[in-house]
């Protein structure tokens, strides 16, 4: 009786050892694997609304996708927040997810002024300051993509733009490393955060990549018009129009209001 009962014991023993085991293995793995941020879609710029309507190639959410799994955690951070208070007063207090979302958003505004979102614009400068060779194509510089880069900023940067796979290929063939989104944007967002973190310069700075981003050129204000939708998280108080819906619903909350008086007549 007592050799059965070591033959079943045994065997039921070693399962439940081997299962605990398992069970350890599983949950180490699932320590181990890092996790995934917390992600939300930006919402639409002015141009992607109209493109949206006319049925043309307008902003893919997945690109949203691709900005915020690329940004930094120093992008979220205290010196982000001061580096945007122009656009996103409420930065600093906002979700993980909506910080995200605001670059996504900032990105897909950036590449409405440069681009107007198409991914395959390239355009050759012919203006003194910019009309220059570029290092890595021994040819006059030529700004290509979703936000109009180049060849030069693989090496300034380390993006993945490879020019000896594109040299053969048409200027505006999408198979090109360079206008390719998620090359482009990936090297978009190590830019920013270059003139962020690493140059202490603010979004909008006279001294920005992107011309489109100084303040005192006439192409700003093309990038101002699509700033207009900005995450409803970033701004600093109630909407007019809400504030309005709000007063319109709750006459208390009107009433609450007063005009003060005219001065008393001396």
């Known amino acids: 009786m007592y050799t059965a009962l070591k033959r079943t014991i045994v065997p039921l023993c070693m399962g439940l050892l081997l299962a605990g085991c398992?069970?350890?293995?599983?949950?180490?793995?699932?320590?181990?694997?890092?996790?995934?941020?917390a992600l939300k879609q930006a919402p639409a710029t002015p141009i992607a609304e109209k493109k949206d309507e006319l049925g043309e190639q307008s902003w893919d959410p997945q690109w949203d996708v691709i900005v915020e799994k690329?940004?930094?955690?120093?992008?979220?951070?205290?010196?982000?927040?001061?580096?945007?208070r122009s656009d996103c007063p409420r930065f600093s207090?906002?979700?993980?997810?909506?910080k995200r979302a605001f670059w996504a958003?900032?990105?897909?505004?950036?590449?409405?002024?440069?681009?107007?979102?198409t991914p395959t614009t390239d355009v050759r400068h012919t203006e003194p300051e910019v009309a220059v060779q570029d290092t890595v194509t021994q040819r006059m510089v030529r700004s290509e993509g979703l936000l109009q880069l180049t060849y030069m900023d693989a090496d300034r940067y380390g993006c993945d733009f490879d020019w000896q796979h594109?040299?053969?290929?048409?200027?505006?063939?999408?198979?090109k490393t360079i206008l390719q989104p998620?090359?482009?944007?990936?090297?978009?967002?190590?830019?920013?955060e270059n003139q962020i973190l690493n140059l202490?310069?603010?979004?909008?700075?006279?001294?920005?990549?992107?011309?489109?981003?100084?303040?005192?050129?006439?192409s700003y204000q093309v990038f101002a018009k699509q700033m207009k939708n900005v995450p409803a998280a970033c701004e600093k108080r109630t909407?007019?129009?809400q504030e309005a819906r709000v007063r319109h619903s709750h006459p208390a909350a009107a009433a609450a209001v007063t005009v003060p008086a005219p001065p008393a007549a001396q």
């Open 93 to 98: 207090s906002m979700s993980e997810a909506d």
């Open 105 to 117: 958003y900032t990105f897909q505004a950036l590449a409405g002024a440069e681009a107007g979102l």
């Open 239 to 241: 909407p007019p129009m």
């Open 22 to 37: 398992n069970n350890q293995h599983t949950q180490q793995k699932r320590a181990a694997a890092p996790s995934q941020p």
């Open 166 to 175: 594109d040299k053969s290929l048409p200027a505006k063939d999408p198979r």
């Open 200 to 218: 202490h310069r603010p979004l909008l700075s006279s001294a920005s990549y992107w011309v489109t981003l100084r303040p005192a050129t006439p």
């Open 70 to 84: 690329a940004l930094s955690p120093a992008m979220l951070s205290n010196q982000a927040a001061r580096a945007v």
């Open 182 to 192: 998620k090359n482009n944007l990936l090297c978009g967002v190590k830019i920013m």
